[in-house]
T-cell receptor, first 112, second 115 residues
């Protein structure tokens, strides 16, 4: 069963706007990762945040993690048309060294 | 580095046929895994391996076999294809045995249709 659930399922914004996606998960985790998938392509790793971290930045990406609420958010600032893709959060099952479990994803559409 | 490669890119099978999806990586990664992606379902883990000779089942292993005789290769075998196995299959690899501890590198996928 899915560990993570992204919200919203779909998001449409204009270029230059910020996009926020949320991920909730069920069990305690060691790490949470975000991936991007362009249509018809494989997944590309964006960022990893560990359970003892609260916030992490990478370029225009900002990820937060709230382990008390079992949730994470991915913020993409100043969106571009090239950010159009599906975004997935992925977590372990609470034990180091276990497999990565993906959510169903948020489909982001950025129009120019 | 070629990264993670998968062959074939596309495949059409008839119900009952068997085939092997190939996956190879040239990054000396210990951890490799297979996922299937269905519309609206995200990625579901089929099988994974933490090193040569070691494999384990994921969430949806039925109908699939794997083996890991070398670090580089992790083939996925469909024993007797069924229409429910129509999907896009992704292979991924990462450093060490911690599949969730490090970023995973994905192959381009194999789109399989079973008629």
């Amino acid at each position: 069963s899915q560990q993570g659930e992204e919200d919203p399922q779909a998001l449409s914004i204009q270029e230059g706007e910020n996009a926020t996606m949320n991920c909730s998960y069920k069990t305690s985790i060691n790490n949470l990762q975000w991936y991007r998938q362009n249509s018809g392509r494989g997944l590309v790793h964006l960022i990893l945040i560990r359970s003892n971290e609260r916030e992490k930045h990478s370029g225009r990406l900002r990820v937060t993690l709230d382990t008390s609420k079992k949730s994470s958010s991915l913020l993409i600032t100043a969106s571009r048309a090239a950010d159009t893709a599906s975004y997935f959060c992925a977590t372990d099952a609470g034990q180091a060294g276990t497999a990565l479990i993906f959510g169903k994803g948020t489909t982001l559409s950025v129009s120019s | 580095n070629a990264g993670v490669t998968q062959t074939p890119k596309f495949q059409v099978l008839k119900t009952g046929q068997s085939m092997t999806l190939q996956c190879a990586q040239d990054m000396n990664h210990e951890y490799m895994s297979w996922y299937r992606q269905d519309p609206g379902m995200g990625l579901r883990l089929i099988h994974y391996s933490v090193g040569a000779g070691i494999t384990d089942q994921g969430e949806v292993p039925n109908g699939y076999n794997v083996s890991r005789s070398t670090t580089e290769d992790f083939p996925l075998r469909l024993l007797s294809a069924a229409p429910s196995q129509t999907s896009v299959y992704f292979c991924a690899s990462s450093y060490f045995s911690g599949g969730a501890d490090y970023e995973q590198y994905f192959g381009p996928g194999t789109r399989l249709t079973v008629t």
